[in-house]
C-alpha cells in the first residue's frame, strides 16, 4: 500500500530534507524510522527539496510499504524512533497512484521576521531579527508585482537543476503586528532559494533602498544584481503542500 505522511519539522541541524552524502537529513530519518518500525528499506519521496536550516510545519511525504500496521497509525509508530526536532503529524492511505512531488499543485511558503534591538533566543530560532520596521505598505505594493506565472530567473541562486525557470504565484501576502513580520507566499513550486530572495528584495524595497521598478526589470531581464540579498534559512517555513 502507499503510504501519505504530513511531517512537521525544525530544519537547524539539518543539511534539508534530501538524503546526501555529506550529512544528516529529514528524509534520512524518516528512512530510517520506517526501517526501524517495519523492517523494510524504503524510499521516502516528500513534495519538494527544503535546504538546509529550512522548516517546516506541514511537508507532505509518501513511500510504499507491505507492512500490517494500519496507514493511520503508522505516524506513532515512526514518531517512536524519530529524533523530538522531526514528527509525522498525520499517516494516511494514499490512492496507488499519488506522488507527493508531481501530484502537488500549490506550496505555501512562509518567511519570519521579529523587530528588535536585540537577538530574542525564544524567536531567532525560526526568524530573522529587524532592528528597525520596514514600510509595510510598500512592500505590500511591490509583492503584487510577483503574482501570476513570470520567469523568475532573477529570483533564483546558481546550482539550480530546474528544466525551466517559469513558475506561477497565486498569492503573496505581507503581514506585520509591529513586533512580528510575516510574508506567506503561495506558488506551483519554487526555485532554489526562490522565497528567501523574493522577501529579501520586498525587504529592501521596504526599507526603501531599491525601487518597485528594480523587481519589473528583475522579472523582464532576469538580472538577479538588482535585487536585495538571499536571507537565511532559519527564516523560512514550508507551511503547506496543496493537492
Partial sequence: MK???????????????????????????IEEAVFSATGESVRVTGSGRTDAGVHAEGQVA?????????????YKALN??????????????ADDNFHACTNAKKKTYRYSFYLSDVEL???????????????????????????GEHDFKAFCSSGSGAKTTVRTIYDI????????????VTGNGFLYNMVRIMVGTLLEVGNEKISQKAIEEMLSTGNRTL????????????????Y
Fill in 173 to 184: 501576502d505581507v503581514i506585520s503586528d509591529g513586533k512580528k513580520l510575516i510574508v506567506d
Fill in 121 to 147: 533566543p525564544l524567536c531567532d530560532r525560526y526568524a530573522v531579527m529587524l532592528d528597525r520596521s520596514p514600510d509595510i505598505n510598500l512592500m505590500k505594493k511591490a509583492a503584487k508585482l510577483f503574482v
Fill in 227 to 242: 535585487g536585495g540579498k538571499t536571507l537565511p534559512a532559519k527564516g523560512l517555513c514550508l507551511l503547506k503542500v496543496e
Fill in 3 to 29: 503510504v501519505k505522511l504530513t511531517v512537521s519539522y525544525d530544519g537547524t541541524d539539518y543539511c534539508g530534507w534530501q538524503v546526501q552524502p555529506n550529512g544528516v537529513t529529514v528524509q534520512q530519518k
Fill in 62 to 74: 509518501h513511500f510504499d510499504t507491505n507492512c500490517t500496521i494500519p496507514p493511520e497509525k503508522i
Fill in 80 to 93: 517512536v524512533y524519530l529524533p523530538q526536532d522531526i514528527r509525522v503529524l498525520k499517516s494516511e492511505r
